[in-house]
Nanobody
């Protein structure tokens, strides 16, 4: 079955960086675009970034463009989110996903605070 395991979150000061990872299994990873979403306390889930199945195309939410970079390693069935110049408003639980109707992982908490 589909399994998505996010990791790499933590507490970071404003302006800091984190790199999130998502290990995927249970489906042909290299054949699917992958996305990162986030959910802040009291808010709905927000699409952050998308990468094509080959990794050749990426798109970003306006709020993170220029600060976040999505990438993938199809040999490792893993998608990454490099987050730079973090802001308090980036605080959320971050999730990866291939198909939005599939089961979600546990997510990884990112907290940006001084």
């Amino acid at each position: 079955q589909v399994q998505l395991v996010e990791s790499g979150g933590g507490l970071v000061q404003p302006g800091g960086s984190l790199r999130l990872s998502c290990a995927a299994s249970g489906f042909p990873f290299s054949g699917y675009p992958m996305s990162w979403y986030r959910q802040a306390p009291g808010k709905g889930r927000e699409l952050v970034a998308v990468i094509s199945s080959s990794g050749g195309s990426t798109t970003y939410a306006g709020s993170v463009k220029g600060r976040f970079t999505i990438s993938r390693d199809n040999a490792k069935n893993t998608v990454y989110l490099q987050m730079n110049n973090l802001k308090p408003e980036d605080t959320a639980v971050y999730y990866c996903q291939a198909i939005i109707t599939w089961p979600w992982g546990q997510g990884t908490q990112v907290t940006v605070s001084s």
